[in-house]
């Protein structure tokens, strides 16, 4: 595994290595709120 850009977000590291990953790390979120 290379490495991969990401965010952490309320604890959880989502990869955001892709607009479309990003997009459903989004939705996750917003889904938990």
Known sequence: QGQV???C???RWVD???P???DAA???L???I
């Open 20 to 22: 479309e990953r990003r």
């Open 9 to 11: 977000y309320s604890g």
């Open 5 to 7: 850009s990401g965010e």
């Open 30 to 32: 917003w889904r938990n």
């Open 16 to 18: 955001v290595g892709t």
């Open 26 to 28: 989004e939705r996750l």
